[in-house]
């Protein structure tokens, strides 16, 4: 027994005990080992290994593999795959829909995550770029390019090194913005399916700079008839370098640096008399047509003309080091590809250069926003009105700086200063400039009009009240609610119009805008609207609830809201029309709301702008809503919203009616993409639409909105209205015979049911008059069973059999029961 326990005791101290304590061990120092002669034999084993570790580091070149790895993943970060000391893991996950945000991981770190603190996430590319040596994180960014690409494009080119690993995750859309330059140098990234990607299909992708087509780690899944694309994943171990790279350095094909030609030499390049000393001789030249040539000759010999550096259409442009010698020169074609590269080369322009630059042909076209921002930044105060096949000609120098254009041809022999001493300066501000308005233009595009020349500098400034009478009417200072969807230009469009209603007041309207989103804010901060974030959505209409419910908390003792959909564009007397009606408003607490958009406003109904209705539904889009309506019906949200307002809001238990014009005072853009329901979409919107353009309409029936006086009048109105007959078939009005012997301009219809809720019939007598109809969904405009409305300057009834108005009406003509329509 004592030999066996002593055999026991030696091999716990000299095997176990010190396999624990070894130096790989976080475990207490002070805890030794009572056989002390083995845990130097274990550290002189430990130390031989580390020095054939070093040596082998030493002989092997630095690499990817050798960086330092967490020891156990982050959450969200785990994989199935058990990756070598050599291997890299790697987790990378697009969006999916709008609800599920990117994740990208890497060496067992969380990059991207929604939950990360100040996490970059977007629609378009999520991008984290790797040092392709140390694996240490050089940027996390999102490049929204839906919209345009520049940036990211800028950012592949100028910001990575050979060899840098960039990580790539779609979110929403990327591909609309993406040019065929950006797309070929993703393919020098290792790409090969970046050129296949369509609209909102989901893309993820691990690789390098340099790297072969078709090396990289790419995942793309297809969006084919769903709305948004499922989620491309990829995860696993990696070894980097992904494949050969081959050196990727960015030198713009359009620019010569190192073997500047040059052609025929002129005589002080064409001045009569010799320049000073200090100064040598220029002459710029535009050419007088698409035939002609472009020329800059420096100090007696051209640089710039036909064969002669490239020189071409576009701009072209040479670079003067601070004496004469001219040491780079450029082409940059902007008709026929965007002036990226021209941005670049300008932004990296040496200190103490003079930039001389002549455009021929054409440049204008593809001339960024940005780009003649920058050319302002050196002294142009004529950029900005470059348009189509204008003539331009530049020389910047800090005390001669200029910069014109012209229509014709620019033909100009000077003498240029050789020596520096200044800084880069701008001319001072034009009186018509708008500064704030041209720094969004330049750096966010997609925005047509707002950003052209023509517009840019024009203010963005309310309409005052022109009506004194309505100095006090409360719709004036009633807070407006803008719900921002996905599409920037259809917010701009929307903006404008709100600005334009005469009494807008800027403090009372708020944009809510999804947190996925930032470049909305810069936009409505542009206008002077109060832009507000609103917690991450998976739809619009979860974004409609969370900003509704924003809105109502933000001014706790208002009564009533104006709410404004996506997608809207206002007449001009939006704001006008509400203020008429707001005291038939304030009487009647049965009003729930005015809605502003009428779904039969066709037009070919040809509607009138004077009338006002009842109606049983809220058709939203544009409208007023009353708080306690909002409160009792709307606050559970899910039960009667959860879809757009167009399939039919249900307040159940609601008596509540709402006011609607007859011709609408919101137009909703057109719908276009891809839907389920597409046919019923572009019923709906796609057809010719009539929207109130008066901006002072007289409205003639306000004194009859109150319930029981509409009620009462509507009677009065049917009991003379001259009865109609429709004819079996018919699909638009102009094939009813109206031509009655009757000095009415009033008729009446009625449509059988077999109970109040059957609408079968009136479903086809809509077809009738050119109202809306859909065979899935009954007909709109109607008020206790009456469908009422305007057309051709004659007023209709069409009445439901089982409608109260027709059971409690004298009228003996509407006793008779019509014989129903033939489909």
């Given amino acids: 027994m004592i030999i066996l326990v002593s055999v026991s005791v030696i091999f716990i101290n000299t095997y176990l005990l010190a396999k624990k304590r070894s130096p790989d061990d976080s475990g207490n120092s002070s805890e030794i ?304 590809d965007d002036s990226t590269n021209l941005e670049i080369f300008l932004e990296n322009l040496e200190d103490n250069v003079i930039l001389i630059a002549v455009t021929f042909d054409e440049a204008s076209q593809n001339l960024r926003n940005f780009t003649r921002v920058l050319l302002r930044g050196y002294g142009s105060s004529k950029i900005n009105t470059l348009n189509f096949r204008d003539s331009w000609a530049f020389i910047y120098h800090y005390k001669t700086s200029s910069g014109n254009a012209y229509a014709v041809a620019i033909d100009k022999r000077l003498c240029v200063p050789q020596t520096l001493r200044g800084i880069k300066i701008r001319p001072d501000p034009l009186p018509s400039r708008n500064d704030k308005r041209r720094d969004f233009c330049s750096r966010y595009d997609g925005y047509g009009d707002f950003c052209s020349d023509t517009n840019v500098d024009k203010n963005l400034q309310p309409v005052p009240l022109l009506n004194k009478t309505l100095e006090d009417n409360p719709i004036y200072s009633t807070p407006i609610l803008i719900i921002a969807g996905i599409s920037h230009n259809s917010l701009r469009m929307c903006l404008e119009t709100v600005l334009m209603q005469p009494g807008i007041s800027l403090e009372n309207v708020m944009v809510a805008v999804d947190e996925k989103f930032s470049e909305p804010l810069a936009l409505i901060d542009l206008f002077g609207f109060r832009g507000e974030k609103t917690l991450s959505s998976s739809t619009y209409m979860e974004h409609y609830e969370k900003a509704l419910k924003k809105v109502w908390e933000l001014y706790p003792t208002k009564d009533k809201m104006i709410i404004i959909e996506e997608d809207l564009i206002l007449s001009p007397d939006f704001l006008y029309t509400l203020a008429l009606l707001s005291e038939p408003f304030r009487q009647d607490e049965t009003i729930g709301g005015i809605t502003m958009w009428n779904p039969n406003s066709y037009e070919d109904v040809d509607g009138s702008s004077s009338l006002i209705y009842r109606v049983d539904e809220l058709y939203g889009l544009g409208y007023l809503l009353r708080r306690s309506f909002y409160d009792e019906h709307m606050k559970a949200f899910s039960e009667c919203c959860s879809k757009r307002v167009w399939y039919r809001w249900k307040f159940v238990g609601s008596s509540h009616s709402f006011l609607t014009p007859d011709i609408s005072r919101v137009f909703r853009r057109p719908v276009d993409g891809n839907h389920d329901n597409m046919k019923y979409l572009e019923k709906l919107f796609n057809r010719k639409r009539k929207t109130n353009l008066n901006p002072f309409p007289v409205l003639t029936n306000v004194d009859t909105l109150r319930k029981e006086t509409y009620d009462t009048t509507l009677l009065k109105s049917i009991a003379s209205a001259t009865l109609l007959k429709l004819p079996d078939k018919c699909d638009t009005l102009q094939k009813i015979d109206i031509s009655i012997e009757n000095s009415s301009q009033t008729f009446k219809y009625i449509y059988t049911q077999s109970n109040p809720t059957d609408y079968s019939t009136l479903v086809l007598i809509t077809r009738c008059f050119g109202l809306f109809h859909h065979e899935s969904t009954d007909p709109t405009g109607l008020y206790h069973g009456i469908l009422r409305f305007n057309s051709n300057k004659n007023h209709y009834y069409l009445i439901g059999s089982k409608s109260t108005f027709y059971s409690s009406s004298s009228d003996s003509s509407l006793k008779i029961q019509p014989p129903p329509i033939v489909a």
């Fill in 33 to 336: 080992p009572q056989d002390k002669t083995q845990i130097v034999v274990k550290n002189i084993s430990y130390i031989q290994k580390e020095e054939d570790k070093q040596q082998q580091q030493q002989q092997q070149p630095k690499n990817l593999h050798k960086a330092k790895r967490l020891s156990v993943p982050d959450a969200g970060c785990e994989i199935e795959d058990k990756c070598t000391d050599d291997d890299v893991p790697y987790k990378v996950v697009s969006g999916d829909g709008m609800d599920k945000y990117p994740i990208i991981c890497f060496n067992n770190k969380l990059l991207v995550h929604k939950n990360l603190k100040d996490t970059k996430i977007g629609r378009g590319v999520n991008l984290v770029a790797i040092d392709g040596q140390t694996f240490d994180v050089k940027a996390t960014e999102t490049f929204d390019t839906y919209l345009e690409e520049t940036f990211f494009l800028r950012h592949l080119k100028m910001n990575l090194n050979d060899g840098d690993i960039i990580i790539m995750a779609s979110f929403d859309e990327i591909t609309y913005g993406l040019k065929e330059g950006t797309l070929s140098l993703l393919e020098k990234y290792g790409s090969q399916l970046i050129k296949i990607i369509k609209f909102r299909d989901a893309f993820v992708m691990i690789g390098q700079k340099g790297l072969a087509r078709g090396k990289a780690i790419e995942m793309h899944q297809p969006k084919g008839q769903r709305d948004f694309a499922p989620a491309a994943h990829i995860s696993g171990c990696a070894k980097f370098p992904l494949g050969p790279l081959t050196p990727l350095p960015f030198q713009p094909t359009d620019v010569k640096q190192d073997s500047i030609a040059t052609g025929s030499s002129l005589r002080n390049c064409g001045l009569a008399e010799k320049c000073k000393d200090n100064e040598f001789a220029v002459h710029v030249y535009t050419g007088k047509d698409n035939n002609d040539e472009p020329k800059i000759c420096i100090d007696g010999k051209y640089v710039m003309a036909k064969g002669i550096n490239d020189a071409g259409r576009g701009l072209n442009i040479a670079v003067v080091s601070n004496g004469k010698e001219v040491i780079r020169t450029g082409h940059f074609d902007t008709w026929q």
